[in-house]
Nanobody, 115 residues
Framework: QVQLVESGGGLVQPGGSLRLSCATS????????MAWYRQAPGQQRELVAR???????TYADSVKGRFTISRDNAKNTVYLRMNSLKPEDTAVYYC?????????WGQGTQVTVSS
């Protein structure tokens, strides 16, 4: 059974930093791409960043230069380091992977950027 469990969200002031973690189980983690999505209230879920098994990364334009996605294959965990946070980064952040064309999601972790 594939499971993704996010952690690390919280309340942070504008300009602050957070690191999200997504621990996985039930998959051969090292061979799959992993991604972070986010969904703000009243908005569609959007891709934030993706890291392939090779380590190649892609980012949404809105987070380039501020967010960094990384993975630790030994720990079956993917991370999202978020710096210079802005109020518009406020959302629920979800971890995602696709296994045999099926999407798997974590439960999400809330990130709120506010003074």
């Amino acid at each position: 059974q594939v499971q993704l469990v996010e952690s690390g969200g919280g309340l942070v002031q504008p300009g602050g930093s957070l690191r999200l973690s997504c621990a996985t189980s039930g998959i051969i983690f090292s061979i799959y791409a992993m991604a972070w999505y986010r969904q703000a209230p009243g908005q569609q879920r959007e891709l934030v960043a993706r890291i392939r098994s090779t380590g190649t990364t892609t980012y949404a334009d809105s987070v380039k230069g501020r967010f960094t996605i990384s993975r630790d294959n030994a720990k079956n965990t993917v991370y999202l380091r978020m710096n210079s946070l802005k109020p518009e980064d406020t959302a629920v952040y979800y971890c995602n992977t696709v296994v045999y064309t099926r999407d798997y999601w974590g439960q999400g972790t809330q990130v709120t950027v506010s003074s």
